[in-house]
Nanobody
């Protein structure tokens, strides 16, 4: 499985960004987004099941972020609205075989994309 994350950038607080994660290979059932800010642990953001498109979000992003997928292209998106300075981090997509909010449950990782939110 190979994952390619893209879409990060600089945005003002209150703005929006859409991240993409292009996945190749099919040895996974779940794709998730995590983020890591400097000096902090990697934090779960959202995940989507490949079998039924069910989704799950961290409380900190619920109602602001939306995870979705494009079946034809095997791409997962993270639409991020109403961004806050505390959302600023490197965002990683990850693939695994079961749904989990723990980064240790995911076997495959993309390279990360920086999201910077200015106040």
């Amino acid at each position: 499985v190979q994952l390619q994350a893209s879409g990060g950038g600089l945005v003002q607080a209150g703005g929006s960004l859409r991240l993409s994660c292009a996945a190749s290979g099919r040895a996974f059932n779940v794709i998730a987004w995590f983020r890591q800010a400097p000096g902090k642990e990697r934090e779960f953001v959202a995940r989507i099941s490949w079998s039924d498109s069910s989704t799950y979000y961290a409380d900190s992003v619920k109602g602001r972020f939306t995870i979705s997928r494009d079946n034809a292209q095997t791409t997962v998106f993270l639409q991020m609205n109403s961004l806050k300075p505390e959302d600023m981090a490197v965002y990683y997509c990850a693939a695994g075989t079961r749904g989990s909010s723990y980064y240790t449950s995911y076997n495959y990782w993309g390279q990360g994309t920086q999201v910077t939110v200015s106040s």
